[in-house]
Structures are given as structure tokens and as C-alpha cells.
């Protein structure tokens, strides 16, 4: 499970961007909210089912460092 603070690193062709995750929550499967813009910042949205609730979605937030 991944906790606030944690690091996430990306790795894209020859390059690694690093984030630290700054959030994370659950909401239902049709609120799409966490995908939208927070005022122009760098952020990685990771969502994905709740292991017992499939209508339940996790969400985690991370920021670049």
C-alpha cells in the first residue's frame, strides 16, 4: 500500500522522474474528479480497484520532485 511520503519512480526511454505521494483515497467507480487539472501542477494520478469492493476505486496522488 502506498503512504504519504512514499517514492514512486517512473522510468520513460533514458529518463526516471521521481514523485512523492501526497494523497490517496477511495471513491466510487464513476467519480472522476481525481483526474482533473490542480492548477498546473506536476501530478501522477494512479487509480485502480478496491481489493474486496470492485465498485470502489483507490486512488493515489504523488507530486514530482
Same mark, same amino acid.
Given at each position: 500500500?502506498?503512504?504519504?511520503? !512514499?517514492?514512486?519512480?517512473?522510468?520513460? #526511454?533514458?529518463?526516471?522522474?521521481?514523485?512523492?505521494? /501526497?494523497?490517496?483515497?477511495? @471513491?466510487?467507480?464513476? !467519480?472522476?474528479?481525481?483526474?482533473?487539472? #490542480?492548477?498546473?501542477?506536476?501530478?501522477?494520478?494512479? /487509480?485502480?480497484?478496491?481489493? @474486496?469492493?470492485?465498485?470502489?476505486?483507490?486512488?493515489?496522488?504523488? #507530486?514530482?520532485?
Amino acid at each position: 500500500k502506498l503512504e504519504t511520503g !512514499d517514492k514512486i519512480i517512473i522510468q520513460y #526511454k533514458f529518463s526516471n522522474f521521481t514523485y512523492s505521494v /501526497i494523497d490517496n483515497f477511495v @471513491t466510487s467507480e464513476n !467519480d472522476l474528479t481525481p483526474l482533473n487539472s #490542480k492548477n498546473n501542477r506536476t501530478l501522477l494520478t494512479l /487509480i485502480t480497484c478496491k481489493k @474486496t469492493n470492485s465498485k470502489k476505486r483507490v486512488i493515489v496522488v504523488a #507530486k514530482r520532485l
